[in-house]
């Protein structure tokens, strides 16, 4: 069975950090493309960023350019999103998608076949 499995959302104050964890069991990452979404209530899910196969391409949606840093290590099947100067506008549950293809950075969630569960983020003082 192929999952992806997020972890590490939680509450922080507004300026601190996170780091998201994306872990794959069932299937090794090396050939997949990554996503993060997120979703806020009463909100479309929106694209957060993206790498590709071989970390060559990554993207960041304008709202989180120079703050969220997205990375991953296949020996470790995981993917990572580091979070900083975070905004209460962040507070979302945040998403993970895998998508089988090389060397692209996918951002349309429609284009992504496998997805986590989900971890909750809250930013709040």
């Known amino acids: 069975q192929l999952q992806l499995v997020e972890s590490g959302g939680g509450l922080v104050q507004p300026g601190g950090s996170l780091r998201l964890s994306c872990a794959a069991s069932?299937?090794?990452?090396?050939?997949?493309?990554i996503g993060w979404f997120r979703q806020a209530p009463g909100k479309e899910r929106e694209a957060v960023s993206c790498?590709?196969?071989?970390?060559?391409?990554?993207n960041y949606g304008d709202s989180v350019k120079g703050r969220f840093t997205i990375s991953r290590d296949n020996a470790k099947n995981t993917v990572y999103l580091q979070m900083n100067s975070l905004k209460p506008e962040d507070t979302a549950a945040y998403y993970c998608?895998?998508?089988?293809?090389?060397?692209?950075?996918?951002?349309?969630?429609?284009?992504?076949?496998?997805w986590g569960q989900g971890t909750q983020v809250t930013v709040s003082s």
């Open positions: 998608a895998a998508v089988h293809v090389q060397a692209m950075c996918l951002y349309m969630a429609y284009e992504y076949d496998i």
């Open positions: 069932g299937f090794t990452l090396d050939d997949y493309a």
């Open positions: 790498i590709s196969t071989s970390s060559s391409n990554t």
